[in-house]
């Protein structure tokens, strides 16, 4: 119930940024794979969904509910619906872009988000620092590009999706398995917990430090 409710909302939140005037044409934006219920299909049909990442690009604009970027020959806005989170970004700031598609010819617009860029040296993944339990017996989680990490800050959001995504292309999640946990435990000690039976909220997202992370536990049942 707490999906589909957010989701009415966020839709209509985001249709309303999409249409708005930022010097580009009016986009119609896709619906597809959005969350319509909280069942197994549904959290299956949008932990499916393809995602793209752009990184090292512009901010060239700064709405209530989204940040504009240019890239390549195309405007791109990524939708967010966290106001608190947004006011760390201004014109110019270099970021990195995460999110679902909705386009049209003259405009990309994203349900995303977005971080400041910051690329480490060397390119890691997040099956280092995670403890994978399946009805209680451990799982080993091997490298995978989907969980590949570049830059040094890293969404909530992000890290949620890819962790999902890859739990459900490699260890059936929403078919075989359709509740748990997904836990980020902090070197401070701060502790980041994810209910697997249902979507992350747009008010929990957040971003982190990689290298502060001192572990990520998962359970699924």
């Given at each position: 119930m707490k999906a589909k409710l957010w989701f009415l909302l966020t839709t209509l939140a985001f249709l309303i940024a999409v249409m708005g005037s930022i010097?580009?044409?009016?986009?119609?934006?896709?619906?597809?794979?959005?969350?319509?219920?909280?069942?197994?299909?549904?959290?299956?049909?949008?932990?499916?969904?393809?995602?793209?990442?752009?990184?090292?690009?512009?901010?060239?604009?700064?709405?209530?509910?989204?940040?504009?970027?240019?890239?390549?020959?195309?405007?791109?806005?990524?939708?967010?619906?966290?106001?608190?989170?947004?006011?760390q970004f201004k014109n110019k700031d270099k970021v990195n872009i995460?999110?679902?598609?909705?386009?049209?010819?003259?405009?990309?617009?994203?349900?995303?988000?977005?971080?400041?860029?910051?690329?480490?040296?060397?390119?890691?993944?997040?099956?280092?620092?995670?403890?994978?339990?399946?009805?209680?017996?451990?799982?080993?989680?091997?490298?995978?590009?989907?969980?590949?990490?570049k830059n040094k800050q890293i969404s909530l959001k992000e890290t949620d999706f890819r962790i999902r995504k890859y739990l459900l292309e490699k260890e059936h999640l929403y078919s075989n398995y359709d509740s748990g946990e997904l836990i980020i435990e902090m070197k401070n000690g701060t502790r980041h917990k994810i209910d697997l039976g249902d979507i992350l909220s747009d008010s929990q997202e957040k971003t982190f430090d990689f290298d502060n992370i001192s572990h990520i536990d998962i359970y699924m049942k």
């Open positions: 010097g580009i044409a009016e986009v119609e934006a896709k619906t597809t794979g959005l969350i319509t219920e909280n069942s197994n299909d549904s959290l299956k049909e949008h932990y499916a969904q393809k995602f793209e990442v752009y990184t090292n690009k512009e901010v060239t604009g700064v709405g209530e509910n989204y940040i504009d970027a240019k890239v390549d020959t195309y405007n791109v806005r990524t939708v967010l619906y966290n106001t608190d989170y947004l006011k995460w999110g679902t598609l909705y386009e049209n010819q003259q405009s990309k617009v994203y349900r995303g988000t977005v971080v400041k860029y910051d690329p480490i040296s060397k390119v890691t993944n997040l099956s280092y620092r995670m403890n994978l339990f399946v009805n209680g017996h451990q799982t080993k989680v091997n490298p995978d590009s989907l969980l590949e990490v």
